[in-house]
């Protein structure tokens, strides 16, 4: 059973950055494509960007040229550096696998942005 620890949120100005990670157990990491999922208040949970088990990403237009996601298959992790943040990122930030059956979802780490 995947476990998914996310860490690497905060407060942050506008324009800011931050890097999230999200740490996971087992064995079927490696092979899995993952996302970056965001849910803020009132809202869906949303995908925000993708990248597959061998390094291709997908990013939704509003964080192209902002996010960048990237995955060490070696730590069982994934990362996602976030750069010129803006107050509609703020949101809990999770990540999980792209497949049909999603692993137990992690706590999330929150996103605050504002002045």
């Known amino acids: 059973q995947v476990q998914l620890v996310e860490s690497g949120g905060g407060l942050v100005q506008p324009g800011g950055s931050l890097r999230l990670s999200c740490a996971a157990s087992?064995?079927?990491?490696?092979?899995?494509?993952m996302g970056w999922y965001r849910q803020a208040p009132g809202k869906q949970r949303e995908l925000v960007v993708e990248?597959?088990?061998?390094?291709?990403?997908n990013y939704v237009d509003s964080v192209k040229g902002r996010f960048t996601i990237s995955r060490d298959n070696a730590k069982n992790t994934v990362y996602l550096q976030m750069n010129s943040l803006k107050s509609e990122d703020t949101a809990v930030y999770y990540c999980?696998?792209?497949?049909?059956?999603?692993?137990?979802w992690g706590q999330g780490t929150q996103v605050t942005v504002s002045s």
């Open positions: 990248i597959s088990s061998h390094g291709i990403s």
């Open positions: 087992g064995s079927l990491f490696s092979i899995s494509a």
């Open positions: 999980n696998n792209r497949g049909r059956i999603p692993f137990p």
